[in-house]
Structure formats: C-alpha cells, structure tokens
C-alpha cells in the first residue's frame, strides 16, 4: 500500500534541543517537501528536495536542516534555532512530470 | 508578501445548498492551480485542479473556475453535505518551478449547517 509515512505523529522537544522528524514515501516519487502550518497561517515551504543528495531551502529554513540520503526517505531536523518551532509539520512528495503533491499525516512537535 | 489569497476564513453553508470558495492569486507566473481539503490533525488531500489553459474543471460535485484575467478562482460545492466540513487550501505552481514546491493560500474553513 503505497504512500507517506510521518513520525511520530506528536513529539515533545524540550527548549534547546535539537529533534527529527521522519517521512518515508514508498511511492518512487522524485521531490519530497517539508511544510510548517501555524493556525491561520497556511502551509508555508520549509525545505525541498528535487533528487537524491540534493535540496533547495523555502520560504522558511532558518532553524531547520534535511538530507536526502535516499530517494525514500526526507528526514527533517528542528535545531535549538529556530526559534517558535511548535507547529504542525507536513511532509509532501510528488512524482516528476506532475503537479499534485501527496501528503503525510503530519507530525505535531510541542516545546516545553 | 502573499502570493495566494484565500480572504475568507471561514463560511458557513447550508446543507444540500452551494458552497463557494474563493481564491486569489498575484503572481502572474502561476499556470496551475489546486484545491486541498484538510480536516484537523491530518495532512491534506488533495480534491481537484486546472491548467491556465482552461477556465473550468469538473469532478462530480465540485468544479473549479479559473478567471486568469482577474487572477481569481474558484471552488463550486453542490449540494454540500456535512462530511465537506473542513478547511479548504487554495494552491498554486508555476511550472518548470513546480518542483519548488506549491504556494499554498492561508485557508477556508467551510461548515456545512444540518
């Protein structure tokens, strides 16, 4: 059954620690894409990755890292600088040639 | 500065009756456009779209219109029924830059009334 996988699916990160977010497609999408929704804010582009070993930041990178060490899997670090991580984080993937992008179920992360 | 607009957070809509939804946009490079649904805690699922080339989609109870004049779309419900409650997304890609990433609208949040 093909599809994104995100997890956990609510995390807990202590102020000043840094924490990963996973995403696993099985789908043999090429790009795979990070997203942050705040309430009342939409989705807003974190990082992209368009191929293997390569990716582009977004709108909002500042305070997060990813690698692309596979074609399946888009993990995503929250570092100590970003500086509101908590949020809604969305993972997405879509297949070469087409526009719909395929979302995950979501990762909610809570500082405390 | 906000490239896609969705200007009303919310709407309330009879049931069995017509549900709009509207969607801006002020980037003139942007030649595809998506509707996501979204309910709470889950990721969005994607509901319909349409090329610049066209003016109208349609996929069973929801169409699409596309005014590229105007730089306005739209999203037609009918008839509404309760499980359309959710959170509406407007997208748009322009392409060639579509493998950066959809811009996304900030949402609407459609109710549908029994």
């Known amino acids: 059954d093909g599809g994104i996988t995100q997890s956990p699916k609510y995390l807990f990160r202590k102020e000043g620690q840094n924490v990963t977010l996973s995403c696993e497609q099985n789908?043999?999408?090429?790009?795979m894409y990070w997203y942050r929704q705040d309430p009342g804010q939409g989705l807003r582009l974190i990082y992209y990755?368009?191929?293997?070993?390569?990716?582009q930041k977004g709108d909002i990178a500042e305070g997060y890292s990813v690698s692309r060490e596979k074609k399946e899997s888009f993990p995503l670090t929250v570092t100590s600088a970003q500086k509101n991580p908590t949020a809604f984080y969305l993972c997405?993937?879509?297949?070469?040639?087409?526009?719909?992008?395929?979302f995950g179920q979501g990762t909610r992360l809570t500082v405390v | 500065d906000q490239q896609v607009k969705q200007n009303s957070p919310s709407l309330s809509v009879q049931e069995g009756r017509i549900s709009i939804l509207n969607c801006d946009y002020t980037?003139?490079?942007?030649?595809?456009f998506l509707w996501y649904k979204k309910y709470p805690a889950e990721g969005p699922t994607f509901l319909i779209s349409?090329?610049?080339i066209k003016d109208k989609n349609e996929d069973g109870r929801f169409t699409v219109f596309l005014n590229k004049s105007a730089k306005h779309l739209s999203l037609h419900i009918v008839p509404s029924q309760p499980g359309d409650s959710a959170v509406y997304f407007c997208?748009?890609?322009?392409w060639g830059g579509g493998a950066d990433g959809l811009t996304f609208g900030k949402g609407t949040h459609l109710i549908i009334q029994p």
């Open positions: 997405a993937s879509r297949k070469q040639g087409e526009t719909e992008a395929f």
């Open positions: 789908l043999n999408h090429d790009a």
């Open positions: 990755s368009q191929i293997v070993n390569d990716f």
């Open positions: 980037n003139s490079m942007f030649d595809y």
């Open positions: 349409i090329s610049s």
């Open positions: 997208a748009a890609s322009a």
